[in-house]
Nanobody, 125 residues
């Protein structure tokens, strides 16, 4: 059974940093994309950053240059280092992972199917 468990959220002042972790267990796929999403109150969920099994990363424009996504121990731990935090970064942050075969992965036509329950990040001005 695939499980994703986030940790590291909290409250910090603007300009500060937080490091989010996502512990991934039971994940059987060798080709994958994993990422962080966030949802602020009253807003739709948005993608923040992702990394795939080829090591490619992508970031939302709003976090480029401030956030860094990485994998520790291959796919077992997903990290989001967040620096220079802004009040608009306040949201519930979710870890997510794909669940497709390598053949489907190569098409790029897939979405995230495994999700954590989230960790709250609050940035005060």
């Amino acid at each position: 059974q695939v499980q994703l468990v986030e940790s590291g959220g909290g409250s910090v002042q603007a300009g500060g940093s937080l490091r989010l972790s996502c512990a991934v267990s039971g994940y059987p796929f060798s080709c994958y994309s994993m990422g962080w999403f966030r949802q602020a109150p009253g807003k739709e969920r948005e993608g923040v950053a992702s990394i795939d099994s080829d090591g490619r990363t992508s970031y939302a424009d709003s976090v480029k240059g401030r956030f860094t996504i990485s994998n520790v121990n291959a796919k077992s731990t997903l990290i989001l280092q967040m620096n220079s935090l802004k009040p608009e970064d306040t949201a519930m942050y979710y870890c997510a992972a794909s669940g497709v075969s390598c053949n489907v992965y190569k098409t790029g036509r897939y979405g995230m199917v495994y999700w954590g329950i989230g960790t709250l990040v609050t940035i005060s001005s």
